[in-house]
């Protein structure tokens, strides 16, 4: 026993007396938890909006809508799942109930609720079959309950809060595993509230004491991402036209958030370089205007170009796009969305199909303890867990691709390894175009993924240039399409 200790203690004062292994950097706080981590790898989710809304042409259902209406003539919720699959969603979050109060599963809590629709005479479910779906296909599953709800009777009192919470309970421990939990902010006031047909407002910060609520959910699903204009999982990216920052920190303060001061949607937007918290932006953005389905609005389906806009401006700015699709009247993926999806889908394949910089030799200005374990190497070799990096007082370094020849460059794709904590504040992109360098692109934040335009130069050679960072820059991939 004693001579294994020996030995056992040589060996590390030998590995730690090698010259050639160098402790990776520190991490730079705060990090990603390890649900935020995988969130971040998703990139694309799918919104599913469905409720008494699609038969009624609402937006906002007021609650007085009679669930009989609710009724899909063809409907597959499988057809939803494999159409978000086929177009490389990992993730499917569904409005279980819009600000209407309908619940698309058979609450016991209310009576208003599929339960009550002459669909499927009452036995149908479709929660359970979304969740099933995910399940057969291989997407999470996540869930939508608004707080606000138009249909209840003791909105806006104490009791509605319990409401709200057996219904978290019954949703929790009936369906799941749930990988997210969306909490809408909205509330616009006035209702049907059980008959009373009146204006109620409620005290936001106060009234539905998230604390409690959030607590009982994570006893439940303790790897349960919470999404709300201020997270703590997920915060909004404070606009929902499917944009999030040029410049998009992952890290924010929370309490920045309730200082009940006008402009946190930019907040929101670009997040804050020093922020205490992990609480990357979520892009929530409608396939159409609105959030439902309604016929008049099938001219009005996004294109896959102005998809693919919107996937760079939120996968490419290091954020996850959670994209509506809602179902139509027969409870299925309309046509027109399919098509455009898988517009989008072949267009992102194509763009990104052949990284030229890939195992392409790499020259950079430092290596962290000239390790070859945080070489330049690392940055090609299409492994998102391997690094470049430099020694920790150096903030800023060049990274030089050669590609062998002059080809057309149309995007450049950067990723950090935030696993790390999210570091870079500036960078630059330069081409050499007849052996003469000039920069065709910069940018301040990276972050799990960013991706810039190029507009087709032609090089042989591509320099990123990390001008500036809060610590050493800990790169995990460099792409070049
Ligand atoms: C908003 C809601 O009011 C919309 O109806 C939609 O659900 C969107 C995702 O969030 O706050
Ligand atoms: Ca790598």
Redesign the pocket.
């Known amino acids: 026993m004693k001579s294994f200790y020996v030995i056992a203690f040589a060996l590390v004062v030998f590995s730690n007396c090698n010259p050639k292994e160098t402790p990776p950097p520190a991490p730079l706080l705060p990090i990603p938890a390890a649900n935020q981590l995988a969130w971040h790898q998703m990139e694309l989710n799918a919104f599913v909006?469905f409720t008494t809304n699609t038969f009624t042409g609402k937006?906002?259902g007021y609650g007085d809508e009679s669930p009989t209406i609710f009724n899909p003539t063809n409907y597959d919720a499988d057809q939803w799942v494999l159409t978000f699959k086929e177009a490389g969603f990992k993730g499917v979050i569904l409005?279980c109930k819009?600000?209407d109060g309908f619940c698309l599963w058979p609450s016991k809590y209310t009576e208003h609720s599929v339960k009550n629709s002459v669909w499927k005479e009452g036995k149908g479910d479709v929660v359970r079959d979304v969740m099933r779906a995910c399940k057969k296909y291989e997407l999470k599953f996540g869930v939508y309950l608004s707080p606000w709800d138009r249909n209840h009777a003791d909105y806006g009192t104490a009791p509605y809060v319990d409401y709200y919470r057996n219904q978290l309970n019954e949703l929790f421990t009936t369906y799941g595993p749930v990988f997210e939990m969306w909490f809408?902010?909205?509330n616009g006031g006035d209702g049907y509230y059980g008959g009373k047909r009146e204006k109620r407002s409620i005290q936001g910060s106060t009234y539905y004491d998230w604390s409690t609520t959030l607590n009982l959910v994570r006893e439940l699903e303790p790897e349960i991402l919470f999404f709300s204009d201020a997270g703590p999982g997920v915060r909004w990216v404070g606009n929902e036209r499917g944009v999030a920052g040029e410049t998009n920190w992952n890290t924010i303060t929370p309490d920045t958030l309730y200082a009940g001061k006008g402009g946190i949607e930019q907040l929101l937007n670009t997040g804050a370089e020093n922020g205490t918290h992990w609480i990357p932006a979520e892009v929530?953005v409608s396939i159409r205007k609105g959030?439902f389905y309604h016929a008049e609005e099938d001219t009005l389906v996004k294109t896959p170009q102005q998809l693919f806009d919107i996937y760079l401006t939120s996968v490419g700015r290091g954020s996850t796009l959670l994209l509506n699709i809602p179902p139509d009247r027969r409870g299925r993926v309309h046509e027109k969305d399919s098509a455009s999806l898988m517009g989008f889908r072949a267009l992102v394949d194509s763009t990104f199909k052949n990284n030229v910089a890939l195992n392409k030799s790499v020259q950079i200005s430092s290596i962290r303890g000239k390790d070859k374990r945080y070489s330049g190497a690392n940055l090609v070799d299409g492994n998102p867990e391997t690094y470049w990096t430099t020694d920790d007082e150096i903030t800023s370094g060049t990274i030089e691709i050669d590609l062998g020849k002059s080809q057309q460059l149309n995007f450049i794709e950067l990723q950090e390894y935030i696993q790390l904590g999210q570091r870079v504040k500036g960078f630059t992109v330069e081409a050499r175009v007849n052996n003469a360098w000039q920069q065709i692109a910069a940018g301040t934040t990276i972050g799990y993924k960013r991706i810039l335009k190029l507009n087709g130069v032609n090089a042989d050679a591509v320099r990123v240039s990390i001008t500036d960072s809060k610590a050493c820059p800990v790169i995990a991939e460099v792409g070049v399409y």
């Open positions: 909006h937006e906002w409005t819009h600000h809408d902010g909205a929530d959030w």
